[in-house]
């Protein structure tokens, strides 16, 4: 006989309303809950509104694509308008121009974990001090999730409420209009065609026996 495990138990049922679980609603009073979440249309605000994931599979090996994100430098690979990668006087911490904005500045640290896997680029514009834009990247073995050689690779971005405001107008270069969060509703189709940047890469490297990480960035 099977045990049950003492899961919830600390928690009164009536506190957690919005958990659906097979012991308090059944498959079949569950089944039109979750018809009506499937649709062939979803608000934008849904979609994207907190969170900005991309994710693709890539033809390389997982520990390549994981070296290549973790150097800083790849980004001035595979990003739309990140360019011009120079390391500040503090070590680790890279100024570039996005160019996005006009004379701006962007400043990125890269916090990367090599058992995991995950590459997280924390990133501000026109400032170096508070990285606030934080990108979250994981790259997963495809032996593991797809049954066949190659990677997967996750990104999220999380809005900030920095997004809706510059925090840091004094930084800002004179006479920018734009800011950062102004371009959010674009993340995701942004984000798409960079991952899809990164996959054509990677792709091209591996498949014509280049190391992933070029010699420049050694």
Not at 75 to 90: A, C, H, I
Not at 118 to 139: F, I, N, P
């Amino acid at each position: 006989m099977t045990t049950a495990l003492p899961a919830l138990s600390d928690i009164p049922e009536e506190v957690l309303p919005g958990v659906l679980r097979i012991e308090t609603s059944d498959r079949e009073a569950s089944t039109p809950i979750i018809m009506d979440m499937l649709r062939s249309v979803y608000p934008h605000d849904q979609m994207f509104g907190q969170f900005c994931p991309v994710q693709d599979y890539i033809a390389a090996p997982p520990r390549e694509v994981y070296e290549y994100l973790s150097d800083t430098r790849s980004l001035e690979e595979w990003t739309y308008s990140l360019r011009g990668f120079v390391e500040t006087d503090e070590p680790g911490l890279w100024e570039s121009a996005d160019r996005l904005g006009p004379n701006t500045k962007i400043y990125t640290r890269t916090v990367a974990n090599p058992d995991a896997m995950t590459v997280d680029y924390h990133c501000a514009w026109d400032q170096g001090k508070h990285l606030w834009m934080v990108y979250l990247m994981r790259v997963v073995d495809a032996q593991v999730v797809f049954d066949k050689p190659g990677s997967v690779v996750l990104w999220t971005n999380c809005r900030h409420p920095f997004y809706d405001e510059n925090p840091y107008p004094e930084a800002a270069p004179p006479g920018r209009k734009v800011w950062v969060g102004d371009f959010w509703e674009m993340f995701s189709a942004g984000h798409r065609i960079e991952l899809d940047n990164l996959k054509a890469i990677c792709e091209y490297r591996a498949a014509h026996g280049l190391p992933l990480t070029p010699d420049w960035m050694k």
